[in-house]
T-cell receptor
Framework: DTGVSQNPRHKITKRGQNVTFRCDPI?????LYWYRQTLGQGPEFLTY????????KSRLLSDRFSAERPKGSFSTLEIQRTEQGDSAMYLC??????????????FGPGTRLTVL | AQSVTQLGSHVSVSEGALVLLRCNYS??????LFWYVQYPNQGLQLLLK??????LVKGINGFEAEFKKSETSFHLTKPSAHMSDAAEYFC?????????????FGAGTRLAVHP
């Protein structure tokens, strides 16, 4: 069990460019979450996957954002036409199912996005 | 809708002193409750959680929290602060059923520990 990993750890981009982040959850976890954390705030929920199905999306996830989990394993989060307001830490978390999965999520180290 | 309020964005204590970080929640149903800690440039690590059963919950690194339904609170305490406790702490709630257990976080409390 190597934990949740995220790549890249840091991304600097110019306004208007597209960026893609990757999350590799804990291998036996079928549930995956994306959160966004801006400076001085707690993380905010963006989207949720159960296996490959995207079951919930926050209103924070505008049309410029898209997330996928094609084989129910790793996930990608893409932001098109980035804006300075997209600058934030993007966190991925995974959770197992069954009786032990009482809401406990395991977080990755995050990808810090800076839009210039 | 659920929400979480953490009173005090910054708390400063002396090494060896009591740590008390406050968390109040709003929820239409008894939620699951969590405390996470975040060190600089790292992800969140679970300190402790309350789901059902005993309302006093013990976590890692000597932290504990008590669920008080009547006060809608879940305050985090540690009897004696250590320098290594300096970090940001987040209280979070989730719904036990429905809502896919997504976490709703408070704004966080930054704990400083001085010698």
């Amino acid at each position: 069990d190597t934990g949740v990993s995220q790549n890249p750890r840091h991304k600097i981009t110019k306004r208007g460019q597209n960026v893609t982040f990757r999350c590799d959850p804990i291998s036996e976890h079928n549930r995956l979450y994306w959160y966004r954390q801006t400076l001085g705030q707690g993380p905010e929920f963006l989207t949720y996957f159960q296996n490959e199905a995207q079951l919930e999306k926050s209103r924070l996830l505008s049309d410029r954002f898209s997330a996928e989990r094609p084989k129910g394993s790793f996930s990608t989060l893409e932001i098109q036409r980035t804006e300075q307001g997209d600058s934030a830490m993007y966190l991925c978390a995974s959770r197992g199912s069954g009786p032990t999965g009482s809401g406990e999520q395991f977080f990755g180290p995050g990808t810090r996005l800076t839009v210039l | 809708a659920q929400s979480v309020t953490q009173l005090g964005s910054h708390v400063s204590v002396s090494e060896g002193a009591l740590v008390l970080l406050r968390c109040n929640y709003s929820s239409s149903v008894p939620p699951y409750l969590f405390w996470y800690v975040q060190y600089p440039n790292q992800g969140l690590q679970l300190l402790l959680k309350y789901t059902t059963g005993a309302t006093l919950v013990k976590g890692i690194n000597g932290f504990e929290a008590e669920f008080k339904k009547s006060e809608t609170s879940f305050h985090l305490t540690k009897p004696s602060a250590h320098m290594s406790d300096a970090a940001e702490y987040f209280c979070a709630v989730s719904r036990p059923s429905g809502g896919y257990n997504k976490l709703i976080f408070g704004a966080g409390t930054r704990l400083a520990v001085h010698p």
